[in-house]
């Protein structure tokens, strides 16, 4: 595998060449990092495949019932007089996602994105309303605004 030799100015200038429409319309982005072998080999305490299917099949039967009164089946469907509806947060989440869209200079269409991706958070958690934890981990699944 060849290493990138690029500085950080050619690399802005290539990612810039990414439109921002564009950009915001990706729901998730974000960079993987090469893995050495050795940490793939390493055996670890990760959550099972099973159990992970089962989480995610609880979440999308939530999902499916949440929406079905407006013929979606999924999170990532939803419109924004949807988002407002369901994508309730708590006061600690509200505060995070203030700073978090202030300090990145989001945009409406980033906004909306983040909220869908911290509602399925949250119903991947088992919880009805979204949390400071699921606005911070939807926030890092868009890496290229932070970066771009």
Known sequence: MKVCRCNTTKIANY???????????IDIHVE????KYKELTEINEAESSA???????????????????????????????LIRKYCLLDDSAKKLFKMALTELGLSARAYDKILKIAKTISDLAGCDIIKSEHISEAVQYRSLDRQF
């Open 15 to 25: 990612m810039g060449k990414i439109s921002g429409p564009l950009l915001d319309r």
């Open 51 to 81: 159990a992970i299917k089962s989480r995610v099949e609880q979440a999308r039967a939530i999902q499916r019932e949440r929406l079905k009164d407006n013929s979606y089946f999924c999170n990532a469907q939803m419109n924004s007089k």
């Open 32 to 35: 993987i990092p090469a893995i």
